[in-house]
């Protein structure tokens, strides 16, 4: 005599394998760990100009009345950025007052390290500053050296108004002796509106104390007298791109944190690295699937056997 199982034991088998398929997915998705996958990341020492011209309130921020200053603007970009990173890149910060840029935090993975470095961004300020001169162009050179001891794949961002104090004598040029143009590849990053406006004068603890006036800043001497403006600040973005050009940068003027995106996401300046890729959306989506699989056919079904009932009555009242 043939054996079989009994009905309700061939029922399940025949018609909820599915559940535990899916049940078992569920299971891989909660325990499945990340997983090395290449992918495309980027590497950047995000330097911030904290010079006194980086005080002026001249950027305006879409939806807000009132403009911030520059440095601000700078900082507002940067935290709107950091969530599209992708994980694996590594980002870091420094400064730029005098001649030279500082590191302050060298470049950490972004997605472990959220929290710390939107910290540390909101403490980068004016109060940072060790000197009152700014010379921009070979500050660009000092991030360059900086970006090449961290290491050979840590590009720049330099966010700047380009506003050189005490201004550059004529045809006068960073020192580039040690420097090959494009070696570190990176952006300049102009901030500031084109309105020459006043440098606000603060102390060392970041007090304000007035603006700047012209018997208290160098003049240029290559203008006609009462014509140089040096106490007065604008986005000096003709400058900025002859010195991009000279270390081998890109230019980019600030306008909104999808620019900054743009540059710093290029293609061209990310490497393919192992990263830690979470991959349980895989076996949860096909759990899904499974259970859609299983269940929606029976829709149809319940709606049709509603239907005809539905039809007898109708007919049966008539």
Known sequence: MRWQLPLHVHGIGRSDWSIAAATLFFAVALWLPPVALQRPTVSYLVTF???????????FRAGKPQ?????????AAMRDLLPQLPCGSRLGWAIFADYRSLPLVLP????????ELLASLERIDGGMRWANASNVGKGATW???TARAVGETTRVIFFTDGHESPPLRTNESP???DITSGEVGGWLIGVGGDMPQRIPKTTRDGLP????????VVQRTDLPPGQSREHLSNLREDHLKKVARQVGFGYRRLTTSHTLAEAMLDPTLAQSRPTATDMRWAPAALA?????WRFAPALPRRTSVKRKLTTSKNAAVR
Do not use: F, K, N
Request: hydrophobic residues 45%; proline residues 4%; charged residues 25%.
């Open 67 to 75: 403009p911030i200053s520059r440095l601000a603007a700078a900082r």
């Open 143 to 145: 991030a360059v050296r």
């Open 49 to 59: 100009d904290v010079t006194q011209s980086m005080d002026v309130e001249d950027v």
């Open 175 to 177: 020192p580039l002796d």
């Open 288 to 292: 899904l699937a499974l259970l859609l």
């Open 209 to 216: 104390i007035g603006y700047w006036t012209a018997d208290e």
């Open 108 to 115: 950490v993975e972004v997605c472990s390290h959220y929290d």
